[in-house]
């Protein structure tokens, strides 16, 4: 028995997925999740064998919802999306499932048929390292950053990018500080000056980036080294390294 999820925000596309699996039996519907949180959380304590993905989800896609579990929780995966070139090829390019919106009983079909014939064949690594070389491939575009989803105890949070002030390197894990609250999230330092607005937000040493409205002024300390004051009373160093990016941010 494959056990399914469904994740889609649109009821109309969940009852079209029910509908066509309600006649395979071998294919076992265990949840149906209509957001991106919801279905991290179900995944990771359900254990599917196999979800059908939307991409298009809002706050947290289904890019996101890949990105966001362990890698030994991510089943076999078939995407859904309405008509997008880029992720067509480069599903096409990784070997990844996905059927096209609205669903076609073809399609659909074929796409059950590829899966039974992966799971017979006990090739469920090899799928899990195609969509981990899909998904960075799709981390790879730009892609501002919006909104964090945190992990604190039992549950998941988003966290708005518009509460965040600060952001604070230590190995492998970022702390976020604003609204007098802190957040850990594991993610690197690099990727985050990568995809967060340059218009709100300058890296200013090899450890911290600071929301650009919160600086209070600069003093210069030997060897082009200076120090930030910001508007709560907190200081951070400015390393020289990253001074002419910071002064172009600011004028």
């Not at 989800?57 to 966001?68: A, K, Q, R, T, Y």
């Amino acid at each position: 028995m494959i056990r399914t999820i469904i994740v889609d925000d649109e009821p109309l596309a969940r009852k079209g997925i029910r509908f066509f699996l309600q006649n395979q039996q071998d294919f076992e519907i265990i949840a149906e999740c209509e957001d991106g949180l919801e279905a991290i959380e179900k995944i990771e304590t359900s254990k599917p064998d196999l979800a059908f993905l939307d991409i298009q989800m809002p706050e947290i896609d289904g890019f996101d919802v890949l990105n966001n579990l362990h890698p030994e929780s991510i089943p076999f995966v078939v995407f859904v999306t309405a008509y997008d070139q880029f992720a067509l090829k480069a599903f096409q390019a990784h070997a990844v499932d996905y059927i096209l919106k609205p669903i076609h009983e073809e399609q659909f079909y074929k796409a059950l048929q590829r899966i039974r014939l992966l799971v017979k064949a006990k090739n469920e690594p090899q799928q899990i390292s195609n969509v981990s070389t899909l998904l960075k491939e799709i981390q790879a575009k730009p892609k501002v950053i919006k909104r964090f989803i945190v992990r604190e105890k039992n549950k998941l949070i988003i966290v708005p990018v518009e509460q965040v002030d600060v952001l604070e390197a230590k190995g492998d894990y970022i702390t976020l500080k604003g609204f007098d609250k802190k957040y850990i999230i594991r993610e690197t330092l690099i990727n985050l000056d990568r995809n967060l607005d340059p218009a709100h937000f300058v890296r200013v040493n090899r450890s911290t980036i600071l929301r650009l409205t919160l600086i209070k002024e600069l003093q210069p300390l030997s060897k082009g080294d200076h120090i930030i004051k910001l508007k709560n009373g907190e200081e951070y160093m400015l390393s020289r390294n990253y001074r002419d990016n910071v002064f172009n941010s600011l004028s």
